[in-house]
């Protein structure tokens, strides 16, 4: 067999139509656009990448966009007064601080004191709580973007074993939580799992590891569903996913692509949680 591809472009670009037309109407019926306000602190390059395309990204489906760039002595004294004054700011429905920060600065303190309906990175607590319970929240973009794409597929998951295979706040253990409040049956591999023996069993397997090709392809089930959130830069600068995308094409029913597959879905359903945010927030 060989697999059917998911194409994250795609699908990335379908969800910022339909985010633009929402920010239209939102714009017609508020006299103002969603508002999205991103922090950056220091140089790191990667974080400038991200942040340049967010921007670009929120421009070009109308929304309000503010980049707010701080050298990277900034004190954490100062960075909470500019989360407070964003938090009090009505023309900004979300915020998102740019990760990693600084090694002085404390991430968890920052995101903790973002107001949490304008936390559309989806991190704080109050948002992962509601996820756990099960209730409506923001969700972090990238486990989102992924249900999305089994969405786009026609993919059921009620009663389907799914494997996520990592358990980080920003894309495991919401990705595990997304799934079970959807009625699958979720086992969370780590590092101390047996991942070849889960994934074997997979109906659909969600990798978000962060080691190239750690999933070989004739563990996969065949007909199975291999969504592969890795990105993985190698020496020779190529990027690749978790999973031996080559071998696990030939045995799974459906396969996302390292690069054009998880990745563009990010920024499109950060775009979609401001919107979210800002349709709660008027
Ligand atoms: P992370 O915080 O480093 O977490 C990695 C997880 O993988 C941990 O739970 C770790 O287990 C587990 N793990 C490590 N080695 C393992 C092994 N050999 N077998 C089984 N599990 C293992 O990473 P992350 O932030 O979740 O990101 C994961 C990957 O997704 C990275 O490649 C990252 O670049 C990518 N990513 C992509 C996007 C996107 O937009 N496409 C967004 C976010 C992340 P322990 O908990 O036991 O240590």
Not at 146 to 168: A, F, H, N, P
Request: charged share 20%; with cysteine; glycine share 10%.
């Amino acid at each position: 067999m060989t697999a059917q591809l998911i194409d994250g472009k795609a699908l990335a670009a379908k969800v910022r139509d339909e985010v633009k037309q929402e920010a239209a109407a939102l714009t017609a019926r508020y006299g103002r656009p969603p508002g999205i306000a991103v922090v950056r602190v220091g140089d790191d390059p990667a974080s400038q990448v991200y942040v340049t395309s967010k921007e670009k990204t929120a421009k070009e489906l109308g929304f309000g966009s503010w980049h707010h760039h701080f050298p990277a002595t900034m004190t954490q004294g100062e960075l909470l007064a500019v989360v407070a004054r964003l938090n009090a700011d009505p023309l900004v429905d979300g915020i998102l601080v740019q990760l990693p920060l600084p090694k002085h600065l404390d991430a968890n303190a920052v995101l903790a004191a973002i107001e949490p309906s304008k936390d559309v990175d989806g991190f704080h607590a109050t948002n992962a709580g509601l996820l756990f319970q099960g209730r409506p929240g923001l969700v972090p973009c990238t486990p989102a973007g992924c249900m999305r794409m089994l969405q786009e597929i026609r993919y059921d998951v009620t009663g389907k074993r799914c494997v996520v295979i990592g358990r980080s706040t920003i894309v495991g253990r919401p990705m595990a939580m997304l799934l079970l409040n959807a009625s699958a049956t979720v086992i969370v591999c780590h590092s101390k799992s047996d991942v070849a023996a889960e994934v074997q069993r997979a109906d659909v397997v969600v990798a978000a590891v962060g080691v190239s090709k750690l999933v070989k392809g004739d563990w996969v089930k065949p007909g199975a569903i291999v969504i592969d959130v890795g990105m993985n830069r190698g020496a020779d600068g190529k990027l690749s996913g978790d999973v031996d995308f080559d071998a696990a094409k030939e045995r799974a029913a459906w396969i996302t692509p390292v690069p054009g597959g998880v990745g563009p879905m990010t920024i499109a359903m950060l775009m979609h949680n401001t919107v979210v945010a800002a349709k709660a927030r008027r």
